[in-house]
């Protein structure tokens, strides 16, 4: 099957298969193009108001022309090319076209293109601030959890004579700069508590020992750091 750009070849079929054909079609024409001298089109020909058929066949005519352009195998296009396209309306509007140069320059994830344009009215900053809202949200819950049990962080914080034996403002002072605030709240490594921990579990039938220091966040109740290493036992 030949494609002809902006035939209106495309079709909305929502089934995954017409996606995957659609999708190494475009593609496979656009490689066979381009073998045949076509020039690559430029991220300026995504303007706003052409078809998201045309602004499709451009994005795909930009990509793989050159370090600074977006490089695409034909199997990782093929995979969100249909997303992409469910996410533009036709014509294409200024904000799509905008976030389609983004990704084609590699300015933006095209992952991220394609989130952000799914999420519209929302602004770069907004999406920037929302994607630190779920990481921060995500990095909280993985905390809570804890890097370690929590009764062995409690018996080695109520073991003042373990305590003692380690200089929390030296470790601290160590580890300063790669310690990163609390993901809760924001309090900073030194108005966190650190606490010197030794916990011995097994891995792989092989006993594993980790010593070290682990911050914590005692108002939000969350164990944001460790610097320490294992040993095996
Ligand atoms: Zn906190």
Sequence with gaps: MEYQPGSGARRRARGGDADVRFVSAVYAAFSHARGNGHPPSSPQDLAQGISSNGAIEVFINCCN????????????????????????????????????????????????????????????????????????????????????????????????????????????QQHLAECRPCPGCGREAADMRWVWVRYSTVRSLRGCVFEGWVVLCRPCGLQVERFGRYTMA
Excluded at 100 to 118: C, E, N, P, S, Y
């Design 65 to 172: 022309t050159g370090t600074d352009r977006l490089f695409v195998t034909e199997s990782w296009l093929t995979l969100r090319l249909p997303a992409l396209r469910d996410a533009l309306s036709d014509p294409i509007s200024e904000v799509q076209a905008h976030a389609l140069r983004l990704a084609v320059t590699k300015a933006r994830h095209l992952g991220d293109v394609i989130t952000f344009l799914k999420a519209q009215p929302l602004t770069w900053d907004g999406y920037d601030e929302m994607k630190r809202d779920l990481r921060a949200a995500h990095d909280c819950a993985s905390m809570e959890r804890g890097l370690f049990p929590w009764p062995v962080i409690i018996q080695a914080l109520n073991d003042e004579a373990l305590q003692r034996s380690h200089d929390s403002a030296a470790g601290m």
